[in-house]
């Protein structure tokens, strides 16, 4: 079989690796529906609260004591650029899940700053999500969602929110703040999910 191997420059990739309708982009454009929150870390914190009320919380040196990861990711926004192989290192949701009693499937994601977006919690498990908080082997800077932001690469990038602040776990799903306007409830940018009613 013709397998060709992918190389490490992260250029030139095959197009086989880009979603239908993305191009590609070497940038890293920054993309915020409002003003650009600075939390100082120590006032971070990030919370993680069930459907019947448990709080679970982690200030910034909890968050730091956790196991890391050092992902490396595809990234596809729904205005169209996909920005291939870009790394990151933070914690798994999958860690920080660990010992949530839940029985919900969906998961209301809130931000510093007042986004909000919705996914199914399925879709933070299984090695799939991570809180992020840096970015190419440096901290991440603000204009991306430092101190610490979702990172959800397999679907459209307005799922991943900037200044993350906490997850709250839902027995029904609740649109956020792009899928209340109009963006798909689900977001997969290889079935090209980008509005409602696509
Ligand atoms: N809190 C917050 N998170 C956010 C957004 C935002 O406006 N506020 N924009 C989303 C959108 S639409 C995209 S494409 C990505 C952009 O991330 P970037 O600015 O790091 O490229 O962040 C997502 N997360
Ligand atoms: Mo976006």
Same mark, same amino acid.
């Given at each position: 079989m013709g397998f060709v191997s992918r190389g490490f420059s992260g250029r030139r990739r095959p197009a086989a690796d880009l979603p239908p309708g993305q191009y590609l982009t070497d940038d890293f454009p920054v993309l915020s529906a409002g003003p650009t929150p600075h939390v100082p870390t120590d006032e971070w914190e990030f919370t993680i609260t069930t459907e019947t009320g448990d709080v679970h919380r982690w200030d910034w040196a909890s968050l730091r004591a956790l196991p890391a990861e050092t992902p490396t990711v595809d990234l596809h926004c729904v205005t169209r650029w996909s920005k291939l192989a870009t790394t990151w290192e933070g914690v798994s949701l999958d860690t920080l899940l660990a010992d949530v009693d839940t029985g919900a499937d969906?998961?209301?994601? %809130?931000?510093? &700053?007042?986004?909000?977006?919705? +996914? *199914?919690?399925?879709?933070?498990?299984? &090695? %799939?999500?991570?809180?992020?908080?840096?970015?190419?082997?440096?901290?991440? *800077?603000?204009?991306? &969602?430092?101190?610490?932001? +979702?990172?959800? *690469?397999? +679907?459209?990038?307005?799922?991943?929110?900037?200044?993350?602040? &906490?997850?709250r776990l839902t027995p029904e799903e609740e649109p956020g703040f792009w899928e209340t306007a109009g963006y798909h409830i689900y977001g997969d940018p290889w079935r090209e999910q980008r509005y409602w009613d696509e």
């Open positions: 969906y998961a209301f994601v %809130q931000s510093y &700053g007042g986004y909000t977006t919705n +996914l *199914p919690l399925e879709d933070l498990l299984d &090695g %799939q999500a991570w809180i992020a908080y840096r970015y190419d082997d440096a901290d991440l *800077p603000a204009e991306h &969602g430092g101190p610490a932001r +979702l990172l959800v *690469p397999h +679907l459209y990038l307005w799922k991943s929110a900037k200044w993350v602040r &906490g997850i």
